[in-house]
């Protein structure tokens, strides 16, 4: 908004930028210096334009680091790796993904099928909002291998829901987007910094002068188009409200009823190399995505949809990641576990079910000069970073609209 001159106040409630994608300072026990570490791994793909757009105009962009390649990793070590090759899309991954160990020729015969019918169907079945994404891999006879350790393994993660409990239009876009559309917007960007740093104040303030920051500044009402912040009542021509839906009703907005699902980040230091895999993807246990986050020693392992593990202890939790990460890294068997953090996001995203996208509000308000973001608005994106991206710029560009200055920020799809 400042960028189309604007002059715009952000009121954010907590003393730092960045909401969901966040890091913080983990005390040292031996009171040597504090650890910062993000809540949790935020990874994006090259098909999220929006978010890299985004990243450009904060002067970020270079802090993003690309993986051309996939590595799918067995309990026994094996590792198969999915990278593209010279074919053009939808072909790409042709060549590794005939060579990958983890599936049988007919597991991927079958998921060699249904990613062609993606491609036909997603423009014209009218049901994929409705039906789940599990009884669409049914429906095209995937076995049960190819389910768990294909679609299972990438689309859990990428929409932070089960299978059972995701509506089919999300695998599709997530399918089409990363997988089919171009060669390379599967390529998994892993921020070099914390997130903390890469949603920073001072990136902020590239935006130029006209943007103004107020941290620690919750909104306490949202009063027709007005904002009241520290009793006072602040009227702008124009106001955006990117609170999470659960937050709507504590400032008196109607809050649309979306279920929550979870994600559990778990830091583990240990006192040797572990692995020298940058990345990999666990198959057929708990953990599902572990990042090497520094020289093999500290891993970040990631379980989206993880609401097995809500009531579990946080030595519970510890004692399952260290026993899967044992089936897949022999090296953990003799190394010494040093030190381990675990953060259970109970609200991480709302949950992409069935019926949930008719009841994801558009950014235009029912007050004509309010206007509403945030990732769970109607984007078309599952709850992300670049599904947020993508609210911000829809309201930026309905606030143009309503100033007679019309604005384009959205980017459309790769696809
Ligand atoms: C554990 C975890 C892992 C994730 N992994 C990924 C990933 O790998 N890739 C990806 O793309 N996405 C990931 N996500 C999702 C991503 O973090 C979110 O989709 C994104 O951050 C949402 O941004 P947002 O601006 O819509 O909401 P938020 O980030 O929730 O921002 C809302 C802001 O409003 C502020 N606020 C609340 N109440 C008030 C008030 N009254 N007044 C003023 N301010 C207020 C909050 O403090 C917050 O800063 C993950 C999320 C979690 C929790």
New binding site residues.
Partial sequence: MGSAGFEVDL????PF?????TSYDLPSADGAEPETID??????LRC?VN?LNFYERMGVRDRIKFYREFFFLEPGGRLSVLRRGRLPAPFHFTGSFWKMHCLSRSDKIGIAKALMAIRRERTRRKDLERISMLDWLLQKRQTPHAIDRFWRQVLV?AV?EDLERMAAIHGFRVFWLAFLARPDSYEMGVPSVPLGDLYSSEAWSRMGPNVRLHLR????AVDGGDFVVAGQRLRGDFSIC???FE?LE??GLAAPRFEHSP?T?IHLWFDREITTLPHATLLDRTIQWMYNKGGGKYLQL?VSASRDLTNLSRNEIIEIAVGDLRLYFPRVHDAKLLKAHV?K?Q???FSAAPETEKLRPTAQSEIPNLFL????TKTGWP??????VR??YIAAEHVAQAAGQPASFLLPDLG
């Avoid at 009121?11 to 907590?14: C, D, G, K, P, Q």
């Avoid at 930028?17 to 994608?21: P, V």
């Avoid at 809540?39 to 994006?44: F, S």
């Fill in positions: 009121f954010e409630a907590r930028l960045g909401g969901r994608a809540n949790c791994q935020h990874i994006l999220c978010l993660s932070n500044a919750p909104v306490e990117a609170l999470p937050r504590s400032v994600i980040g990631v953060i996001e609200r991480a995203t973001a945030g990732d769970w709850a992300t970073m670049e599904g947020a609210s911000g």
